[in-house]
């Protein structure tokens, strides 16, 4: 009888021990995402103190190497097309671009932060004077213009890879 109620109480105590270890999970999880809202936020800030630095060519952004080779052909095969070889394909192109679209993934725009970046933007780049003439005859303008085109070249590498990988059945995360 004994043995009994104690498999008993085991048996009721185990979906509170899972409970509490989804909880803990759910809390880890939210703390991470809280981390990264905060380094994206310095991040952003650091960007716009310094943009003058890179209106007057100062400050360049170089292009990353994955994203030059997307520019000059973003539809060339991968050098592994197993699964294993897309997935580190696609890592190596997330690193640099960020996460992917997401099916199913909910915006979570926050307005006051919108609002407090585009007020810091108008004050920073309102500090030179011709600014658009300035970044044109300082380089700035045509690196920008390079800059773009290799992040748009690297998310048809990106959506090249997915399709490959999908096509394969290759199980893939953003």
């Known amino acids: ?4 109620a104690i498999v008993t109480a085991l048996a009721l105590l ?5 409970l509490a270890q989804n909880q803990d999970q759910s809390a880890d999880k939210a703390n991470q995402e809280e981390a990264k809202k905060k380094e994206g936020n310095l991040d952003k800030a650091g960007k716009i103190a310094t943009q003058p630095a890179r209106d007057v060519g100062l400050d360049k952004e170089e ?4 994203l030059l080779k ?3 052909n973003p539809y060339a095969a991968p050098p592994s097309r197993t699964c294993k070889g897309l997935k580190a394909s696609l890592g190596e192109l997330n690193a640099v671009l960020g996460d ?3 099916v199913g993934a909910t915006a ?12 810091g933007k108008t004050v920073v780049n309102s500090l030179i004077p011709f600014r658009g003439l300035v970044r044109e005859i300082s380089g700035a303008a045509p690196a920008e213009r390079r800059l773009q085109a290799a992040v748009t070249a690297g998310i048809a590498r990106r959506g090249y890879l997915r399709g490959m990988a999908a096509a394969k059945g290759c199980k893939v995360v953003s």
């Open 108 to 119: 979570n725009e926050n307005r006051t932060g919108k609002i407090a970046t585009a007020v």
């Open 14 to 18: 185990m979906p509170c021990a899972a």
């Open 100 to 102: 992917d679209f997401t």
């Open 70 to 72: 997307a520019v000059e």
């Open 1 to 4: 009888m004994k043995s009994i």
């Open 63 to 66: 292009i990353p190497p994955i």
